[in-house]
């Protein structure tokens, strides 16, 4: 029987390959930081690279307090809870770490995942029936389209960050008569750096009666003068209903998720949200890691201000070298290049240059849409990022790509 499915995938594989889109995991040998040590394309001898493709926005990752509450969090705590929460898996330090998402968020509740996957993929179902309408920026992340497909609600989609489109699919839904409204988006989309017009969408939801839902993952730590998010940076911190969001990326970059939301909501999510139910408790030293990760984030600005600061040395520099960026003042840095085949180039070329970064195309991206999608940490020295703009510049003359690149 698995001849002819075996042949089926094989085939789908090689299609996949024909077409540029096979994704190639290049194997660390170190821990996660601003430098790497991976392996020669191809194989071969081990090489120390500088990394500028991490969601490790505040350079916690690898941060000692944050290792050093991890591991006294596994000594305390323990390895794993081997059940899911409701039945033996909820401990003191899971309860903390929930009050303090609360209280940093500005939220009423907090509900933790396995990941902000899980997170969006058990929240439309639990909250929205067929009665309802939830209405989706088109570039939201995968993990709100899937948990949009789980749940029964009438769906409307908008353009991008388009204010009168969302407002004519919030007219469309209630011409429909939905019963209640859902208004869902990134806060901050991932291969763009664009952040949400979130105040905008909260006066259209105020304005049509809709909830309004944010997933916050490449926000959440550092955007906004706290680093509380998009929520916060656009000065509406009381005007959101949920928020999602990780504990993989500013805040420690190892695993979980939660939910921040209205009280009722996050009681109703412990009740029904299927993730929740039915995954494993996170573990205890992601927990203790991620405590003083958020500890760390919301003490002082310093991280912030280095972040913000060596993304616009960057940034500047690149556009002083002729490349096309996407413009914004996030550190997700999209150098546009357009041609696939042409970004996967440059990408091997900047590794040969010691710069580990990844090239993105269809289907991650729009066709002729292809880029190099740099991400910018606290962790990287001034020297770092001048090195890093200095193999972006060899590499377009020896590409060469001349003008906007």
């Known amino acids: 029987m698995y001849g002819d499915f075996q042949r089926h995938l094989r085939d789908e594989l090689a299609a996949i390959d024909a077409a540029g889109l096979t994704k190639r995991e290049r194997e660390l040998s ?26 490790n926005y505040l350079g916690l990752a690898q941060h000692p307090e944050v290792k050093a509450a991890a591991m006294a969090g596994l000594e305390e705590w323990g390895y794993g809870l081997a059940s899911v929460r409701f039945i033996c898996g909820t401990q003191t330090l899971h309860k903390t770490l929930e009050a303090r998402l609360s209280e940093f968020l500005g939220t009423q509740d907090t509900i933790l995942y396995p990941s902000c996957f899980d997170a969006n993929g058990g929240l439309f179902e639990t909250l929205l029936g067929p009665e309802d309408a939830v209405i989706s920026d088109e570039l939201n992340h995968a993990s709100i389209i899937d948990g949009v497909r789980l749940c029964k609600a009438r769906r409307y989609r908008y353009r991008n960050s388009d204010m009168a489109d969302l407002e004519a699919q919030l007219q469309a839904a209630d011409a429909a008569g939905a019963r209640y409204k859902l208004i869902t988006t990134d806060g901050v989309f991932s291969m763009d750096g664009y952040i949400a017009r979130l105040d905008e969408i909260c006066d259209l939801a105020e304005r049509y009666q809709a909830l309004v839902h944010v997933d916050d993952c490449h926000a959440t730590g550092f955007l906004g003068e706290g680093g509380r998010g998009t929520h916060e940076y656009r000065g509406c911190l009381d ?101 696939a085949a042409l970004a996967a180039r440059f990408a091997e070329a900047m590794l040969a240059e010691g710069v580990y970064v990844i090239a993105f195309s269809y289907p991650v991206v729009p066709k002729d849409k292809a880029r190099i999608r740099t991400q910018v940490s606290a962790a990287l020295t001034r020297e770092d990022l001048e090195a890093a703009l200095e193999a972006f510049g060899r590499v377009k003359q020896r590409l060469g790509l001349g003008g906007n690149a």
Do not use: W
């Not at 194989?43 to 991490?54: D, I």
């Not at 991620?290 to 500047?316: C, I, V, W």
């Open 239 to 339: 005007r959101v209903d949920i928020l999602t969001g990780t504990l993989g990326k500013a805040l420690g970059g190892a695993s979980g998720g939660y939910t921040s939301a209205r009280q009722e909501i996050v009681e109703l999510l412990r009740q029904r949200s299927r993730p929740y139910l039915f995954s494993n408790t996170v573990a205890p030293p992601v927990v203790a890691g991620a405590l003083k990760a958020l500890e760390l984030a919301g003490e002082s600005s310093e991280l912030r201000d280095r972040l913000k600061a060596n993304t616009a040395f960057f940034r500047q520099g690149l556009e002083d070298l002729g490349f096309e960026l996407l413009p914004g003042e996030h550190p997700i840095v999209p150098v546009m290049l357009h041609d």
């Open 30 to 55: 170190t821990p996660q930081g601003a430098h790497v040590g991976v392996g020669r394309t191809g194989g071969g001898q081990e090489r120390e690279v500088l990394n500028l493709c991490a969601n």
